[in-house]
């Protein structure tokens, strides 16, 4: 790894600029500390170049002789801070001016402004951390449920590396073993050796299709489930989003059509997130308005990960509701019998035979069936164990699966299999040696861009542009 030559000293403010109980200005570079030292009063005039590494110090920041807050300093000394560089933390009161104020006397004794992402970048360039580990920074910043967080922190951690790292190891070995003897073959030979690398080829092509089918797990943790709620008019969809919610978000009413547009809302439950989606009641109508929310409503039903079928188990069934379960079809979805608190009008296995159709025998009927009342919050906690049953393949364990949540790390890895595959196609059917260790070098050169080891300083600029000031 290339250590990182910029020596200019930077600055951000490092917390939300708002109205806050303290705010936090961060300086790196190699004159982190003299910068604050030109503007930190300390007790006995003591100086912050003076004093050991990872240490807190209370005093004032000025500019010149104009006091601007009261503070406590945290001097890091490199290579040992986040940076890998000196670096001074400045916590303040959390005005939004006073922070701002700081940062501009910074910046006016030497710094200049960082650029977004640019200290984990300087991290990563000064190989405090690697590429899978950067980016779950910023994972971990937009986490928007317990999953998600934990698999972020697991990947800052190098779960994620170390996989990798594992994997590019036995492929280099093998590789340099081939090309040693190519160049050597007096004295190596790779006599059958096709059949020794199968043996080393074939568990990595599973590891890493392990890895890649762990992806839609880890966009689910990461994303959300894209969930759309859907139903006939005043079958209680909008209700369901409030008891969910625990609010009074969308409108509820007697009349039927009254949501003709799309709500959307991101909802919690269980440690997942629901990109959850009220639509239209789905009905033949003469309502111009009406029908295109009910189009609405179907294409974003076909796009779903998950459908939610609210049925009114009061009234009978009619053809709407066989027009909706024909968008069930080879879809996740989920059936609410909803009022359930009222006289049932509606059994399951009506609903069973209507989605079978004629070809009973052949079709299958998985869809969960549950009886809610979501007035009455009935049924919401089977519904929130159902969901987390359907989308995760058993209990989610962060101690040592690993979830591929990042599409460039899937995308690599996808491309390191072609590779490996492209392998096991040159070892059937003979293929000379040097076949072999054309397609290792590009599986071990793909593998490398997920670490940043082998990436270009345009797409590392690109992925650091996506983080926010100051971290």
Known sequence: MVLYNDTQTIAAISTAVTESGIGIVRISGEQAIEIADRIYRGKNGKKLADQKTHTIHYGYIADGEDMIDEVLVLIMKGPHSYTGENTVEIDCHGGVFVVRKILETVIKHGARPAEPGEFTKRAFLNGRIDLSQAEAVIDIIQSKNEYALKSSVGQ??????????????????????????????????????????????????????KLIDSSDDGRIIKEGIKTVIVGKPNAGKSSLLNALLGEDRAIVTDIAGTTRDILQENISLQGISLNIMDTAGIRDTADIIEEIGVQKAISHAKEADLIIYVIDSSAPLDQNDYDILKLLKDKKSIILLNKSDLEMQVKKKEIMDAYLGENK????????????????????????????????HGDISFNSEVYITNVRHKTALQNALQSLNNVIQSIDMQMPEDFYSIDLMDAYETLGSITGETIGEDLVNEIFSKFCMGK
Do not use: C, W
């Open 156 to 209: 800052l951690k190098g779960n994620v590396k170390q996989k990798i790292v594992d994997i590019r190891e036995k492929i280099l070995y093998h590789t340099a073993f081939i090309e040693t003897a190519l160049d050597d073959p007096e004295h190596i030979s790779v006599d059958g050796y096709g059949e020794t690398l199968r043996g080393v080829i074939e568990p990595l092509i599973k590891e890493i299709q």
């Open 361 to 392: 025998e052949e079709n299958k009927f998985d869809i969960p069936m549950i009886e809610i009342s979501a007035k009455e919050n009935i049924g919401i906690d089977i519904l929130e164990n159902t969901l987390k049953d359907m989308f995760y």
